[in-house]
């Protein structure tokens, strides 16, 4: 099969000849599987002893067919050897770290990670004994330094919320492996389109499929990619936690996956005018995107990456009630949180995300009052920016 993205998407993970002839996956709809008689209950039982490849499914909480082919895909697209998916990308994220990590171990985590991670890893993990150190995002000696003898993962994103940072990831490598330190990274922003993290060394990737892989804002999800032996581990520790997807969430991510490479090409492309317009207009304070020069990040993106995502983030010169004045005004985007899907989403991070802090916590944060995260869509560039003109007009 073709190596490109674009056909691994269609066709990877799935048998060329389907149940019933079906050119779909069909959506196995059931919790229970049945055994026609005692002997083959017992052959399963002791291949499932013996950790062999089972030939068929038990309990609905262990795996379901169309489950599965997703997963055989997901892995193909990231260049894993294997893929769990889960009820969504927190789940994916939270369920994986309590199964790798044990009382008395330590992560670090960088700054810049989706705020629930980090809540997850501060406050949660603490009550288990395990300890978090969080540094910088993008600063490698910090990241250096803070790891201990009895650090076992660095956590980071690529590219992340809302600011769009890009990790180094030869980088961090280079800092965990000597030290016996693996690397957990969340490539939600990038999708295998324009990064496959493993390539660098990374040990296991995660993604809300909620997000670019579904890409149709209908669903929850998330997934975990890396070896075998891990992701054998993580499927394990998923029959006792329960973090399962159903069948018909798996075939809906299927059938999403199957139009990634068209919908983040035009979404990369979407970015990225979309980027160069606001940076041009008078109005515009600052623009977060890597595919711009003035990004920090932009030679690593440039060099790492083959696309820039579609989502960017700015300032207006406004405050607080203009900002939201603004995104009032305009046409196209809805206002609400997630990104990814192929409408386009805008929202105020102050006034979303990051509501429930005080004012002073936030700007901690370096969430601005003015900070606009737009998660572009698929819609036509021309009238993205026509709708983002006559909405600056206004403020």
Same mark, same amino acid.
């Given at each position: 099969?073709?190596?490109?993205?674009?056909?691994?998407?269609?066709?990877?993970?799935?048998?060329?000849?389907?149940?019933?002839?079906?050119?779909?996956?069909?959506?196995?709809?059931?919790?229970?599987?049945?055994? #026609?008689?005692?002997?083959? +209950?017992?052959?399963?039982?002791?291949?499932? *002893?013996?950790?062999?490849?089972? *030939?068929? #499914? /038990?309990?609905?909480?262990?795996?379901?067919?169309? @489950?599965?082919?997703?997963?055989?895909?997901?892995?193909? +697209?990231?260049?894993?050897?294997?893929?769990?998916?889960?009820?969504?990308?927190?789940?994916?994220?939270?369920?994986?770290? !309590?199964?790798? !990590?044990?009382?008395?171990?330590?992560?670090?985590?960088?700054?810049?990670?989706?705020?629930?991670?980090?809540?997850?890893?501060?406050?949660?993990?603490?009550?288990?004994?395990?300890?978090?150190?969080?540094?910088?995002?993008?600063?490698?000696?910090?990241?250096?330094?803070?790891?201990?003898?009895?650090?076992?993962?660095?956590?980071?994103?690529?590219?992340?919320?809302?600011?769009?940072? $890009?990790?180094?990831? *030869?980088?961090?490598?280079?800092?965990?492996?000597?030290?016996?330190?693996? %690397?957990? $990274?969340?490539?939600?922003?990038?999708?295998?389109?324009?990064?496959?993290?493993? /390539?660098?060394?990374?040990?296991?990737?995660?993604?809300?499929?909620?997000?670019?892989?579904?890409?149709?804002?209908?669903?929850?999800?998330?997934?975990?990619?890396?070896?075998?032996?891990?992701?054998?581990?993580?499927?394990?520790?998923?029959?006792?936690?329960?973090?399962?997807?159903?069948?018909?969430?798996?075939?809906?991510?299927?059938?999403? %996956?199957?139009?990634?490479?068209?919908?983040?090409?035009? @979404?990369?492309?979407?970015?990225?005018?979309?980027?160069?317009?606001?940076?041009?207009?008078?109005?515009?304070?600052? $623009?977060?995107?890597?595919?711009?020069?003035?990004?920090?990040?932009?030679?690593?993106?440039?060099? @790492?990456?083959?696309?820039?995502?579609?989502?960017?983030?700015? /300032?207006?010169?406004?405050?607080?009630?203009?900002?939201?004045?603004?995104?009032?005004?305009?046409?196209?985007?809805?206002?609400?949180?997630?990104?990814?899907?192929?409408?386009?989403?805008? *929202?105020?991070?102050?006034?979303?995300?990051?509501?429930?802090?005080?004012?002073?916590?936030?700007?901690?944060?370096?969430?601005?009052?003015?900070?606009?995260?737009?998660?572009?869509?698929?819609?036509?560039? #021309?009238?993205?920016?026509?709708? +983002?003109?006559?909405? +600056?007009?206004?403020?």
């Amino acid at each position: 099969m073709s190596k490109t993205i674009a056909t691994q998407s269609v066709h990877a993970g799935e048998d060329k000849v389907k149940p019933y002839h079906s050119l779909t996956m069909p959506i196995v709809q059931t919790s229970t599987y049945a055994f #026609e008689n005692t002997a083959a +209950l017992i052959e399963h039982m002791k291949r499932k *002893e013996d950790r062999k490849p089972l *030939e068929r #499914e /038990e309990y609905g909480r262990y795996g379901n067919p169309t @489950q599965h082919a997703v997963e055989r895909k997901l892995a193909v +697209l990231e260049g894993g050897e294997a893929a769990l998916l889960y009820a969504s990308g927190m789940c994916a994220i939270t369920s994986t770290l !309590l199964t790798l !990590l044990s009382a008395g171990d330590h992560v670090v985590l960088t700054d810049d990670c989706y705020r629930r991670t980090r809540e997850f890893c501060l406050t949660y993990l603490k009550r288990f004994g395990i300890e978090a150190t969080l540094v910088p995002m993008c600063d490698y000696e910090a990241m250096e330094a803070a790891i201990q003898n009895n650090t076992r993962w660095i956590f980071s994103e690529t590219p992340t919320n809302p600011y769009l940072r $890009v990790l180094d990831l *030869e980088r961090v490598t280079e800092i965990a492996r000597p030290r016996g330190v693996k %690397v957990f $990274v969340d490539s939600t922003f990038a999708t295998p389109c324009n990064l496959r993290p493993l /390539e660098y060394g990374i040990n296991l990737v995660t993604h809300s499929v909620t997000k670019y892989l579904a890409g149709h804002n209908d669903l929850l999800g998330g997934v975990v990619i890396g070896l075998e032996e891990t992701i054998a581990k993580l499927r394990e520790a998923q029959g006792v936690l329960g973090g399962v997807t159903d069948p018909h969430n798996a075939y809906l991510l299927l059938r999403g %996956v199957k139009t990634l490479a068209i919908r983040v090409a035009k @979404q990369n492309e979407n970015g990225l005018r979309v980027a160069r317009f606001l940076e041009s207009h008078p109005k515009i304070r600052r $623009v977060y995107y890597p595919g711009l020069p003035s990004h920090p990040d932009h030679a690593l993106a440039a060099r @790492q990456m083959t696309g820039f995502g579609g989502v960017v983030s700015f /300032e207006p010169e406004a405050d607080l009630e203009r900002t939201s004045a603004f995104i009032d005004a305009v046409r196209i985007p809805y206002i609400g949180p997630s990104l990814g899907g192929v409408e386009s989403i805008i *929202e105020q991070p102050a006034l979303m995300s990051h509501f429930t802090l005080d004012r002073e916590e936030r700007l901690a944060l370096g969430i601005k009052d003015e900070l606009v995260r737009y998660a572009l869509g698929i819609e036509d560039a #021309e009238d993205l920016i026509a709708d +983002l003109e006559q909405a +600056l007009e206004k403020v």
